[in-house]
């Protein structure tokens, strides 16, 4: 089992890559992003890390069983809710808005709105997003689950 610096670097390390990465993929190679890749890069790395360390936070306090907490709020919750696939005003009545509330919804509208309107309304999907990051940290540093020997 990795000590909790590993795993706090683990995430950081995967966000900037995978932002970097993902962004890289959409924009040069598909060709559906278009701007500033560094802006769009920094709005994906603030999604990865804000998942990642909600999980990390989730699974540090609730140990394995909070792997399938966390994997019911983002994926089963959070992906459909989301809005990508057309937009969250699309969804019934409040769902739309509950989707926004969950990193993928509001990592989907920050990505949207600094590719295409110039980064335009991304306050509310960046305070979404730090507050994931905020919870997901202190939930990192109360847990014990990383402390324990084998």
């Given at each position: ?131 994931y990051v905020a919870v997901g940290l ?13």
């Open positions: 089992m990795k000590g909790k610096k590993e795993k706090f670097w683990a995430v950081i390390s995967f966000a900037i890559i995978g932002g970097l990465g993902l962004v890289g993929v959409i924009q040069y190679s598909i060709g559906t992003f278009d701007g500033s890749y560094f802006l769009t890069s920094l709005g994906a790395m603030l999604g990865i890390a804000a998942t990642g360390f909600f999980v990390l936070g989730i699974i540090e306090i609730l140990g394995t069983p909070g792997l399938g907490i966390a994997a019911v709020i983002i994926i089963l919750l959070g992906n459909p809710l989301s809005g990508l696939s057309s937009a969250p005003e699309m969804l019934p009545a409040g769902w739309g808005s509950l989707g926004q509330l969950l990193p993928p919804g509001a990592t989907g509208t920050l990505l949207r709105n600094i590719a295409f309107f110039d980064g335009n309304a991304i306050m509310q999907p960046v305070i979404v997003l730090l507050s202190l939930l990192f540093k109360i847990g014990k689950k990383s402390e324990v020997s084998l």
